[in-house]
């Protein structure tokens, strides 16, 4: 289903699509002009026909859509099912004191129209789900995790729809003050990593959703979780008295929320950006080697 709608309320459909409203071409070359020299005019077209879907419009994927628009992409899906909350302000791209107990997807679709509206964009509020996945998966150059924390289901059933599609998946968090990329391949299995069969994560996601996890199994499944996507724990300190690293994974295992400094996201989400761009510019015939990009 795709629903052409504005952005007056918070409505709630499978799927929302907004076009290019009257691309005009002067325009974009203008406003991408300050690209060119770091990529070239011929590069900067294969942004202009490429899809990314960024799965998670949070601390990370808010802001990564807002740079992809800025970029040039010509074609973005973004997807979350949450609204935003007074803890989100710290760091989320479209969380405002005007927004909270807004969705997070329509909100964030409606930012990302403000900065220019020559972009396809289609919007996923209900979040990824059996429903809406193959919908959000279809048709992307790269699809983006930003997935939150404990959504282990969603982010399994989003890898396994990846694959049958053959799209790569770029994921990146922050720990700390410290960013954690995690590229997935087409034969890459998050479910094998997780340990979890898809049933097993959307169960245990819904119980989490509803606070009805035990504690032991809220600890266990952080501990995976962090395993996957954080192969190396932060340490910022050497006070016995007061060990960071371990304040932090209590509060996540006893609160079932995660510290994130406000500093950090927009460092993070820019490098996770720069890996987007030279994932999309692989079908270019300028050569970037890993050693120039990763730098």
Known sequence: MKTVVNFSGNESKTELYFAKANFDENFYVERTNRNIGWISEDEQKILLKSCVAVAGCGGMGGLLASILVRLGVGALKIADSEEFDVSNINRQYGALKSTIGRSKALTTAKALREITDDFDLTVFPEGVTRDSCVEFVKGNDL???????????????????????????????????????????????????????????????????KNLIKKEELIEESEKIVKTFIPKKPIYNNDSKHNITESVISRLQNKGTASIIATNPSFACGFLANHVLFQLLKKSNINRSEEHTSE
């Not at 930003?146 to 982010?155: M, N, R, Y």
Request: hydrophobic letters at 40%; proline letters at 1%.
């Open 143 to 209: 699809i983006c995790d930003e997935i939150e924390f404990w959504a282990i289901g969603s982010k399994i059933l989003l890898h396994q729809e990846a694959r049958r599609n053959g799209i790569p998946i770029i994921s990146c968090n922050t720990a700390g003050h410290q960013a954690n990329l995690t590229y997935f391949s087409i034969e890459s299995k998050i479910e094998e990593t997780l340990g979890y069969s898809l049933d097993e994560a959307l169960a245990i996601q819904t119980r989490i959703q």
